[in-house]
């Protein structure tokens, strides 16, 4: 079951009550999520919302469709204060899409929600992408400054198995360049190595190379939000096997490359799954 990589998605526009939505679970040290669209036009084959209830009972693949969320940017802004008013707001954009999914080009509902929280931040935002549409931002995100961290997401330095795994998302190659813009505009940098697929020995010191501000490694089995049976459900085990690689889909894989980015990063700046996301 390979991913879908349909670039014509089924969108539709939706007004929004409520952007800021309560977290729980994966997600303690934040107050709330924020996510930008509903569905997400990259279709990673491993996403663990093909899991859950937006995905499951639209009726159309996951990937093949995205709502839009119309930003009324007065509504979000008396949204955000309000919860401010109440104690710290920390928020991760996002946990259920990529805010710089292919649509966001045209779209720009990531930036005007940015926009907002330039002019009035949270105590901290953590955006979450594995895409160089981020950089696009960078004057805006350096606004949010000290409450801000970009964290990219990059599980392998093989490109094949970038492709047999996610057709729909960045090259590689793309990611890592938007990684250097980012801390050349002294932006916090997270990598997020989530999930780890699988690699070259070379991985952990390209990683070592981009000077991020951590590396957060994870896996199907700690990151899933369910150990591992989300994942389980989704059928990968066929494209490990179409790439020879079955023995990374074991709980136990990421220590090898564990061990290997102990040998070139400071002990401050390597993370194991949840913790390395924490605010």
Not at 189 to 217: H, K
Request: glycine fraction near 6%; include cysteine.
């Amino acid at each position: 079951m390979h991913a879908s990589n349909n670039h014509a998605a089924v969108v539709r526009h939706k007004p929004v009550r409520q952007w800021l939505t309560p977290t729980s679970g994966y997600l303690t040290g934040y107050t709330h999520t924020l996510n930008p669209y509903i569905g997400c036009d990259f279709a990673c084959s491993y996403c663990y919302v093909r899991r859950m209830p937006p995905a499951l009972f639209r009726g159309i693949p996951w990937g093949e469709w995205v709502d839009v969320k119309e930003v009324a940017p007065h509504r979000f802004a008396a949204e955000l204060a309000r919860k401010k008013s109440k104690g710290p707001v920390r928020i991760f954009m996002s946990s259920a899409t990529d805010p710089y999914q292919r649509l966001e080009a045209k779209e720009h509902v990531t930036r005007s929600l940015l926009e907002v929280m330039a002019a009035d931040p949270p105590e901290f935002l953590l955006i979450q992408t594995r895409s160089p549409l981020v950089t696009r931002d960078l004057e805006l995100i350096r606004q949010l400054l000290p409450h801000v961290r970009v964290s990219m997401t990059i599980e392998t330095d093989r490109e094949d198995v970038r492709r047999a795994f996610t057709p729909g998302t960045p090259p590689l190659a793309a990611r890592i360049e938007a990684c250097r813009a980012v801390r050349k505009a002294d932006v916090p940098l997270q990598v997020a190595v989530s999930p780890l697929l699988p690699c070259t020995d070379r991985f952990a010191e390209q990683l070592a190379g981009l000077d991020a501000d951590r590396i957060v490694l994870d896996d199907f089995f700690m990151g899933d939000g369910s150990g591992g049976k989300r994942t389980r459900q989704l059928g990968l085990q066929p494209i490990f096997a179409e790439l020879g690689a079955e023995q990374w889909f074991d709980p136990t894989a990421y220590l090898h490359v564990h061990a290997q980015l102990k040998d070139v990063l400071p002990e401050d700046k390597l993370y194991v799954s949840q913790p390395g996301f924490l605010p």
